[in-house]
């Protein structure tokens, strides 16, 4: 199969931009892009959009990546929108790829773009409300939450002010995951703190506070085991790749030997299964077919970027995706096995939790931080003599796990 | 390259189906195009889900297609969900055909759904807001309504009751065909009274009301030129197709000489152009790309499906599509030539004009038809001898034309 490339990535800082349109994230995402792989705009022969929550938002409900890119000139070629929620950047990523080994197109551009900061509070939360079936909340919400019966939670372990219910999804995840393996809440902390401390080193993360783990334990509870510094924040923020073949990589005035390789692309819906079955967990079936379609195993990961849309996403990802040992995704973090320095870096970026989570553009977010990994660029969180690295990324809400997942596996 | 097939279609009926749901609507169709095709579920390697409006009706902002398919049984594949406006539809076909071609699937799934009829009046006909700039209504209505300035409505031409903005910018693109070409508001009747003619044959569509030009003519304006029968309804249905290669449809069950080829597939998006300079219409590039594509002349084209959201749209696309000369499209439907019959006919389903117009469908059907149409099985609205189709399929408004159009050109 033809060598498919990553010639270019940009992304803006990811945070509050409350006077910046999707339009305007869009185009310096994508002019950060094109200038990081020499691309001229008209040299793009194609373009996928990912955007999630544009229509709730805005009522921008349709031509949301048309509308987006001609206002920066982009225009006539084939543009699609694409969504998989918080999956739909990584989604966009993978159309690109396939839409390059159809031979369709040479050079192809994907990009994700998201706002979702608003002075609307309730329109802002309201926003996650349309990633799972809304026509049967009360029942995905029981099924979802009974994950979490075999822990009660301890006194004042929940917040008083308002959050949303997916968050005590994701904790009752967590209180699963400390039923089936004896996981700890202070090893979730050390996930978080992990993250903040690489977030330190990204001067595109929304937050750049390193914290230690009792720091982590004694922020505000969400839902147990979910203190506010295990989540990611609500963001805005935009992040592009060029993709391109290597006939097209040659047409570009760009440093060829910084393009990157995908070596692998699995985009996977989940099934129905009971829940303390992580056997047929979506990612777990999904790192089967990537590492299988890469002829890679799991050790040979150098540095992984997972959906840690809670500390409690990163403990289950990185044990799915065969990073580390079944049940020990917190231990690992706590032992220091996932930090920057440790055996398997996981998040360097700083993770959903720092960097933050603009949801249509986290994907190609995670894939900026890979492909920067892989050039050597990524200054003091530069993982040493990264060959081969992993993204991970989920979307939405079906049966007892995520909708959809999405993984790329780059490499030299 | 690789030749792609079609293997299976399959459509409800398109109309008013309050009671049933995107997941029924889905349902009916996938199952349809699954025994046509002679396919299993189990077979099904991905899928492209196109909608438009279901986060606008009903709050379902992502995840559709997955929770869709879900319902139905059909998980752990990849799904991607697509939207461009009006011709999502036919970016699924599109995105299948690419996928094939590109090695990742076999056997692909396209599917359109979408459900716009409701009670709530207000919200149904503001579903259609949504698909131009929100952030730039003003500017877009007068730079579009501009386009009729030359010729003055007559009094009495308007309808006294709320309509869509879109039905006078569809109005005003007749007016300037008027003023360019000499057309009449009797040749665009024409275009509508040969449609509802059609759809008298065709069991799925929504009207199936004969009427002559005096009627289209006599029937209430909406606005100058456009009277009532001249517009596309607002519509629920779905419509799906079974995309394979060779590898594929061997392992179907259905009988392969009512495969389909897909000779064709060019989607465009929209630039910057003058108004009155339809030589840089989308959709008249794309028809030379589509052309080129298949070593086809329009001449060679036996039957097409074209975009009437109302009569101007199908006058001005065959023209564009070169089906019949420049600002001719209406001379020839009053001439009969684009009629059952014809020389080269239009719209045999009937269009979107009689058939319906669920959005996020539409695209899918016209390939329903077509396919019909090329298997020789459309019964009473057969055209005798058809080798090659031609669907257009547009969608969304942006600059002075539609942000997007999708052509596909089919074959035995």
């Known amino acids: 199969m033809d060598t498919v490339f990553i010639a270019g990535v940009g992304m803006t800082p990811f945070g509050r931009h409350l006077g910046q349109s999707v339009k305007d994230?869009?185009?310096?995402?994508?002019?950060?892009?094109?200038?990081?792989?020499?691309c001229e705009r008209a040299q793009l022969q194609s373009a996928f959009f990912a955007n999630a929550t544009q229509g709730h938002m805005e009522g921008q409900h349709m031509v949301r990546g048309q509308l987006a890119l001609r206002s920066m000139g982009i225009a006539g070629i084939p543009v699609v929108n694409v969504e998989n929620a918080c999956a739909s950047a990584s989604t966009a990523l993978h159309l690109a790829v396939q839409q390059v080994r159809s031979g369709a197109a040479d050079i192809v551009l994907a990009v994700g773009a998201e706002k979702m900061v608003s002075e609307d509070k309730a329109r802002m939360f309201a926003a996650f409300d349309g990633a799972w079936d809304v026509h049967d909340v009360q029942a995905s919400k029981?099924?979802?939450?009974a994950m979490g019966e075999g822990v009660t939670p301890p006194a004042g372990s929940q917040s008083p002010r308002p959050y949303s219910v997916f968050m005590d999804i994701y904790a009752a995840m967590g209180r699963l995951h400390m039923g089936l393996y004896g996981s700890t809440q202070a090893q979730f902390a050390a996930v978080a703190a992990k993250n903040h401390g690489h977030s330190v080193h990204n001067p595109l993360a929304q937050y750049r506070e390193a914290m230690s783990v009792e720091q982590v334990l004694a922020a505000p509870p969400i839902s147990y085991p979910i203190t506010l510094p295990m989540c990611s924040p609500v963001s805005d923020g935009a992040a592009a790749a060029i993709v391109c073949n290597a006939a097209g990589l040659k047409r570009l005035q760009g440093n060829a030997s910084r393009a990157v390789r995908v070596l692998g692309c699995v985009l996977q819906t989940g099934s129905d299964r009971a829940a303390d079955n992580l056997q047929n967990h979506l990612v777990r079936k999904a790192a089967h077919r990537l590492y299988a379609q890469a002829g890679v195993a799991p050790q040979d990961v150098n540095v992984a970027?997972?959906?840690?849309?809670?500390?409690?996403?990163?403990?289950?990802?990185?044990?799915?995706?065969?990073?580390?040992?079944?049940?020990?995704?917190?231990?690992?973090?706590?032992?220091?096995?996932?930090?920057?320095?440790?055996?398997?870096p996981i998040n360097p970026s700083g993770g959903l939790e720092s960097k933050?989570?603009?949801?249509?553009?986290?994907?190609?977010?995670?894939?900026?931080?890979?492909?920067?990994?892989?050039?050597?660029?990524?200054?003091?969180?530069?993982?040493?003599?990264v060959r081969i690295a992993l993204a991970e990324n989920g979307g939405g809400l079906a049966g007892v796990e995520e909708a959809v997942a999405c993984l790329t596996l780059l490499g030299r």
Chains 1, 2 share one sequence.
């Open 25 to 38: 994230l869009t185009r310096q995402a994508v002019q950060a892009a094109l200038q990081d792989a020499g």
């Open 142 to 145: 029981a099924r979802l939450l």
């Open 305 to 344: 970027e997972v959906h840690d849309a809670t500390a409690i996403g990163e403990v289950l990802q990185s044990e799915l995706l065969g990073l580390v040992p079944e049940g020990q995704g917190g231990l690992a973090a706590e032992r220091g096995e996932t930090a920057l320095g440790g055996r398997i």
């Open 356 to 385: 933050g989570h603009p949801i249509g553009a986290t994907g190609l977010g995670q894939v900026f931080e890979l492909v920067t990994q892989l050039r050597g660029e990524a200054g003091s969180r530069q993982v040493p003599g």
